[in-house]
């Protein structure tokens, strides 16, 4: 029976089987399936900036089967040994019963003979492997020729181990070297590292000599590169350039098209702190002080004479600071306050001059800050801060302020016009970083020892040259198995929801008190002072939706349990499902969005269109293709952001943290849309791209209303559900949580028609890689080749350990790629690791085989299609756009 069919039978659904018509919505998004999703028209296609074969090339097949085959001769010997030792033990046995002795207290009942002796003589001799006079001399002959027959074969097999492990090392020694000269190569690390072309890529391309350990160290570095570049799906750089696909109403399958060159465009950008230190250096000379907009801080409010603190703690302020506090609102300019209090005859201040240095002191002391309004977490923060130091009304200080700004943009201009030439991108990179700290006096690069996170003070992001158009029945091909799993993403956000409301209620209860009107209430700054610990503790709001979630899946697949693979068809299994998943109600806007992150596996759709998908992350609760990162990338970013507002409104919540706070790059964060929405200050730093209409946190707060926790502003003229003040925070915690079936010891391959749902994994303590902890790398790879077919692992895999954020590339066939694992190993486990931990282990999948990006010299690479999807009865198109609560 077909979905379309089961949707009518079964109860609760009769809504979402009707397609209804949105014509806001009716331009991007995809007609309704039968159980109500719809699917962006636009989708994002990420992938590797390398081909996959530079990953590939880093295997030696050869070594592999020289390791099986040891490893086989020395299981087969290893039998040997116990089959001899089986025997021995059955002879002493037998003796041990011929004179009464039974268990280890018992006496014989007469002398034991000499046999006995020599026998025990020959069990300690097998104990240690060893073949000797003792052993031959109660072997049979047979045996303990088959025995020394296998220790010959194995010391043969060894040998040849041994040198094919070399001859694997020389040969891939003379890759990494070759890789470490190419220009992409050399490039990419330019990007992202430009000291390390000197320190390490040279030295190891001109083959200097150097110890081994220093030669392992810059062989072990750009291996690593090269599987980042070549098998991580990262959006970075021209090393992970994005393109853009369309579905279409026609056609049967997808068309792929490879452009002329490898790029369509490519961007540089800055990073937002060193923007900020910028204007913070300006901002700390005394002479731009006229020129600043200084803002209370977002927790702090004036209540008469005192300021109060989260918390409710308050200070008594001087009549000059209360005063001057009440001016402090984010839109004046110092000036402007000065030329109003000096106005005012009753004004507590005599000069100018008085006036700054009380601003001064506020700013040391917390009260307040004081500088050009340079907005957080924008794609181009410069143009902020180039547009404020355009209106210094002083032409002297404005010009210098400019030339700070001119040095540092003409020197990103440099980069740019670098890009293509390595050496000469890495010399235009080392003199931005110099005229950065010339300018700021703080180092160009921060959070030393971290992999991601915008370190460095520029980075670039790049579309790809290539176009793909996916027909709508292809796209509904895969649909009959991905709604069940959007079924299950719905439900799961739901109860994340839910569970932030109870733990939000908690925290409400324990610290609300009576406002006038008898009601509870608590101002916001104290609410969260105690609320942000669920947001960025221990996720305990989370945890027990994603046990529910696991439970219900788990008790879904049991009837079709098998031990490697699980292979069902929808229909199979939609009734549970229907049953597991079926009341569901979004609690915040951004939550009506499920983006799956879908890897299509074969170059091109068979006969009838048909063709298998694998399943990524599902990245819930947002909306993942509106960040700055891929709107940057997009022919017509308005346009993006005009559908979104069709789907779910117009009227959003955005708070806003410092950027340290946020810990998130530009390329991550949402992308502001300042005219539909209300930003909300919650730290010092945050700073609004619209102060026109945006509120610091001590303007709110929460309140409980016919059983509803409100979040609305202390004049009453706003309010919203108290998740659309977090709804933020909410899914940077959740966003990559929701799991099909949660990780075991192992996990079988999940797949339901024509969609891989989950990967089979393992799930190992770090104790069972014991053997890592060898310094012999040959023995190492040996130990991981046994452990691979031990655990039925395929050939390549990708590896997640506790103490990295992200997954690394694993080939079993790659003795550089062994070798880091284990170097991750031993240093974890020498740094205090707990052996117990857990190291997760999914197979690769696609694998290289199955890939399809191309380009135009036919070229494979590994990807992804990023897709968004929203439930038909989730939209909510923008009837209220002048600000009614939904």
């Known amino acids: 029976m077909s979905i379309d069919a089961l949707v009518d039978r079964t109860p609760g659904n009769g809504d979402s089987a009707e397609v209804r018509d949105f014509p806001q919505a009716s331009s991007h998004l995809t007609p309704a399936s039968p159980l109500g999703w719809r699917f962006w028209r636009t989708f994002c296609i990420r992938g590797a900036g390398f081909p996959a074969r ?69 069990a300690g001799s097998l104990r240690r492997r060893r073949l000797g006079q003792a052993v031959e001399a109660v072997l049979p002959g ?51 590292n430009h000291a390390v072309l000197p320190t390490a890529l040279d030295p190891l391309m001109r083959d200097d000599k150097m110890p081994g350990a220093k030669l392992r160290q810059r062989q072990d570095l750009v291996a690593n590169y090269t599987q980042r570049y070549c098998v991580k799906n990262d959006t970075i750089g021209f090393f992970g350039p994005i393109a853009w696909g369309q579905v279409h109403g026609d056609g049967n399958g997808f068309h792929a098209v490879p452009g002329p060159g490898s790029l369509a465009e490519r961007n540089l950008y800055f990073e937002d702190w060193p923007i900020a230190a910028v204007a913070d250096t300006v901002a700390a000379d005394n002479r731009f002080v006229s020129w600043l907009t200084p803002r209370m801080l977002p927790y702090l409010r004036l209540d008469g004479r005192s300021l109060v603190f989260p918390g409710g703690v308050s200070v008594e302020v001087s009549s000059a600071e209360h005063e001057l506090l009440r001016q402090c609102d984010g839109h004046r300019k110092v000036r402007q306050i000065v030329s109003g209090l000096l106005a005012n005859p009753f004004s507590c201040f005599q000069g100018e001059d008085e006036i700054h240095d009380l601003l001064r002191r506020l700013q040391r002391e917390a009260r307040i800050d004081l500088g050009f309004q340079v907005p957080g977490l924008e794609a181009r923060p410069e143009r902020a801060l180039r547009a404020q130091f355009e209106a210094i009304g002083d032409a002297a200080l404005r010009e210098e302020a400019l030339s700070l700004l001119d040095r540092l943009e003409s020197a990103r201009g440099a980069v740019a016009s670098a890009a293509g030439q390595a050496e000469a991108l890495a010399a235009a990179q080392s003199r931005l970083d110099a005229e950065f700290e010339a300018v700021t006096g703080v180092s160009a690069r921060r959070r030393h020892g971290e992999a991601y996170g915008g370190r460095a003070i520029i980075y670039e992001d790049c579309r790809r040259d290539f176009s793909m158009d996916m027909g709508e029945p292809f796209l509904l091909g895969l649909q009959q198995s991905l709604d069940l799993v959007l079924m299950g993403s719905r439900w799961f956000m739901e109860q994340v929801a839910r569970g932030y409301l109870d733990a939000l209620r908690e925290v409400f209860m324990a610290h609300a008190a009576p406002g006038p009107q008898g009601a509870l209430a608590i101002d916001a700054p104290t609410f969260w002072l105690h609320a942000q610990r669920l947001f960025f503790g221990d996720g305990a709001p989370i945890r027990q939706a994603v046990e529910e979630l696991g439970a219900r899946w788990r008790a879904i697949f049991e009837p079709f349990n098998d031990e490697r693979r699980i292979e069902v068809e929808a229909e199979e299994i939609f009734p549970a499902v229907s049953a597991a998943f079926s009341s569901c109600t979004p609690l915040w ?25 694998v ?38 919540v955005v708070p806003k943290l410092n950027g340290e706070g946020a810990r998130r790059p530009i390329r991550t964060q949402w992308k502001d849309d300042p005219l539909h929405g209300v930003e909300v200050l919650f730290s010092q730093g945050a700073r609004p791209f619209n102060p026109r209409n945006a509120m610091p946190l001590s303007a709110l707060e929460i309140i409980e209303q016919n059983g509803e926790l409100l979040v609305r502003s202390r004049d009453g003229g706003w309010q919203r559900g108290l998740l659309e003040l977090f709804a933020d925070f909410i899914f940077l915690s959740v966003a990559n949580d929701y799991l099909i079936l949660p990780k075991g010891r192992h996990t079988p391959r999940v797949t339901v028609g024509r969609v891989v749902w989950q990967r089979e994994g393992w799930r190992l303590p770090c104790s069972e890689f014991d053997f890592m902890l060898d310094e012999d790398d040959a023995r190492v790879f040996l130990g991981m080749r046994r452990k691979a077919a031990e655990w039925g692992m395929p050939g390549r895999v990708f590896v997640k350990v506790p103490w990295e954020n992200k997954p690394f590339y694993l080939d079993f066939d790659s003795p550089l790629f062994v070798r880091h694992m284990a170097k991750q190993l031993r240093g974890a486990l020498q740094g205090g690791q707990d052996p117990l931990c857990e190291i997760s282990i999914s197979e690769m999948l696609p694998d290289f085989e199955h890939l399809w990006l191309k380009d135009r010299d036919g070229e494979l690479f590994t990807s992804e299609l990023r897709m968004v999807a929203l439930h038909q009865d989730d939209a909510r198109p923008a009837a209220d756009a002048e600000g009614r609560q939904p």
């Open 54 to 122: 530079w990953a590939a090339g880093l295997a030696d097949s050869r070594l592999a089967g020289a390791a099986d085959l040891l490893a086989a001769g020395e299981a087969s010997l290893e039998l040997g040994w116990r089959e001899a030792e089986r025997i021995v033990q059955s002879r002493v046995d037998g003796i041990l019963r011929a004179h009464g002795v039974t268990s280890p207290g018992d006496k014989p009942e007469v002398p034991f003979p000499d046999e006995l002796a020599l026998l025990r003589r020959a």
């Open 142 to 192: 047979e045996h303990c020729r088959g025995l020394a027959a296998s220790l010959q074969r194995r010391d043969v097999l060894a040998s040849a181990f041994r040198l094919r492990y070399a001859a694997a090392l020389q040969s891939l020694d003379q890759t990494l070297r070759e890789t470490a000269g190419q220009p992409l190569f050399r490039q990419a690390i330019a990007w992202q």
């Open 589 to 613: 806007r951004r939550t009506c969005y499920q983006c799956p992150d879908l890897m299509l596996c074969g170059e091109e759709p068979d006969a009838a269109g048909g063709m298998m998908a």
């Open 615 to 652: 399943l990524g992350e599902i990245h819930v609760g947002g909306h993942t293709l509106l960040t700055n990162g891929f709107l940057g990338q997009h022919p017509d970013p308005e346009w993006m952001l005009a559908a979104r507002r069709r789907d779910s409104g117009t009227d959003n």
